[in-house]
């Protein structure tokens, strides 16, 4: 997957594709791989980089969502666990099944959660990981030896998916690629091309050089997540907001505030929230929150009140209190809520006072697609769907889905997971060999990251890496596993990057200078 080859590519296209896709998170990604599995000609471009709002900030879970359980939202439920289990089974490089621990404080909490979990293996079905347990005072304890015991009487073990999303996102990129489509990231949408009223294409510019280019398409779709209205705006300047963003924010701790292989699930805080604590790349991630906010940003940042609430709930539940020198890293993401218009009796449009945690999809009058709302784990679903909107507004005749079975790039080879390469999949081959072209390609870029110098050559080679943050934020964790460290290692991986993009020394030293300064903002102030 080289950039420079992609954009060959779109000039030497002619005549229009049959789909154009304005953002490159999970949606967009995975409406590129079905698009072009089906034998679609596609363009995606992404304003920054893949993956680099919302699809890289999660709670790193692939799961059915216990809570919409809770709530009722059985269809919801039933929807995600049946994707989980496709997911699975596609991308076996990058999702496997991790233990949830439900904690019981209070004699009735045992019984109440283990039902809850017994509806919740049955709604999986076929697809289902394992079934759920109930669970003595010692298994707990045995399992997770750092979990607060005053009070506690047993509890409920369940299984869901863990993943890492940010991989997930460049290999379902490379997978579109691999279909013929035509993926480029740090290419912003400067405006729609109209025709009668019509959509009829982007106009798309390159971060990098300013280059303009005119991407004709019979079908555009919109999957720039709590962004949409801005492009829902470029189409019409008077149409109604239909995102409210809300904000999750997460702490990452050491390894030891949780060892071990299961994580913990707190289905209800003092204020109504789920918690989780979840392993995750040798850290902890402690997480979330939800948070209304009123304006979208590619950097969004935790606030106080979401850092004391973290803070207060981890202290609560680990024997050990967190303190602000022990935290990692802090990122925050942003949800795109749907606030959906309805008509009431007398004709007058109100909005509903539910934010829907489904996705929504909307075709404007001049043909514009929009889908935004849902969640990483019904990315593919979603996908499915928007296609087949784009196939029915573009006159493209229906054509059928292959992503039910469709295996992921990289999903050949299945490593050890506690093999540093292991989220490579097939293609960790070609770092091994490339780690012995060289001598820094072998080495670690910093002593407390496992990053090694072959893995940012493949990024910037084959993974379309152009920042430092690129690397450092989403082909490899690094950022939000230690920001602190990978602020350290920003010279040396700008070093590589400049050996493989023949950056001049001046570029060089803009990306390390403009990476430290991102990195400040997740690093948690004692």
């Not at 050996?499 to 690093?523: M, N, V």
């Amino acid at each position: 997957m080289n950039r420079e080859h992609l954009l060959s590519q779109l000039s030497s296209h002619t005549g229009p594709f049959d789909i154009a896709i304005i953002g490159g998170g999970a949606t967009g990604l995975g409406a590129a791989v079905d698009a072009a599995s089906r034998g679609h000609s596609v363009v995606l471009i992404e304003q920054s980089d893949f993956a680099k709002g919302t699809s890289s900030r999660s709670t790193k879970l692939v799961h059915g969502g216990v809570r919409y359980l809770k709530q009722g939202n059985v269809s919801l439920v039933l929807e995600a666990l049946r994707e989980r289990g496709l997911l699975v089974k596609n991308a076996p490089h990058l999702v496997h099944s991790l233990p949830f621990v439900i904690p019981s404080y209070h004699w009735w909490e045992g019984p109440f959660y283990g039902i809850g979990m017994k509806v919740y293996d049955a709604l999986a079905g076929q697809l289902g990981l394992q079934p759920s347990r109930y669970l003595t005072r010692e298994e707990i304890t045995d399992l997770l030896p750092t979990l607060e015991t005053e009070g506690l009487s047993g509890g409920v073990v369940y299984h869901d998916g863990q993943f890492d999303d940010a991989r997930l996102a460049i290999h379902l990129a490379r997978t579109s690629v691999n279909h013929g489509a035509i993926v480029l990231n740090h290419t912003r949408c400067v405006g729609l091309i109209k025709e009668n009223g019509h959509i009829i294409g982007v106009k798309a510019e390159c971060v990098e050089t300013g280059r303009q280019h005119e991407i004709r398409a019979r079908s555009v779709i919109n999957a720039t997540g709590v962004f949409v209205d801005d492009i829902r705006r470029l189409d019409d300047p008077k149409t109604d907001t239909i995102v409210a963003p809300s904000q999750g924010v997460h702490l990452v701790l050491p390894r030891e505030f949780l060892p071990g292989d299961s994580a913990i699930m707190i289905p209800k805080t003092d204020d109504g929230r789920v918690l989780f604590a979840v392993p995750w790349h040798g850290r902890v991630i402690i997480g979330t929150t939800d948070t209304p906010v009123h304006h979208a940003a590619l950097e969004p940042r935790a606030l106080p009140d979401e850092i004391a609430f973290l803070m207060t709930h981890a202290a609560r539940y680990l024997t050990r209190d967190p303190t602000p020198a022990d935290v990692l890293s802090i990122y925050a993401g942003l949800r795109p809520l749907v606030a959906m218009k309805e008509k009431e009796k007398n004709g007058d449009t109100a909005t509903t006072a539910a934010l829907s945690r489904d996705h929504t999809i909307l075709v404007a009058e001049s043909g514009l697609i929009t889908i935004t709302g849902g969640k990483w784990t019904t990315y593919r679903r979603m996908a499915e769907d928007v296609i087949d909107h784009a196939e029915m507004v573009g006159g493209l005749g229906l054509r059928h889905c292959t992503t039910h079975t469709l295996m992921i790039h990289g999903s050949a080879t299945v490593l050890d997971a506690h093999d540093p390469l292991a989220v490579y999949g097939s293609d960790a081959a070609e770092i091994r060999t490339l780690a012995t072209q060289h001598p820094d390609w072998a080495a670690k870029v910093h002593p407390r990251l496992d990053l090694i110098g072959a893995e940012v050559i493949f990024h910037a080679r084959h993974e379309m890496a152009r920042t430092i943050g690129d690397v450092l934020a989403r082909r490899s964790r690094s950022l939000l596993l230690d920001a602190q460290s990978s602020m350290s290692a920003a010279p040396k991986v700008g070093a590589l990057m400049a050996t493989e993009l023949h950056w001049p020394p001046e570029k060089t030293s803009h990306e390390i200078d403009r990476f430290q300064k991102l990195a400040c903002g997740y690093i948690l102030e004692g």
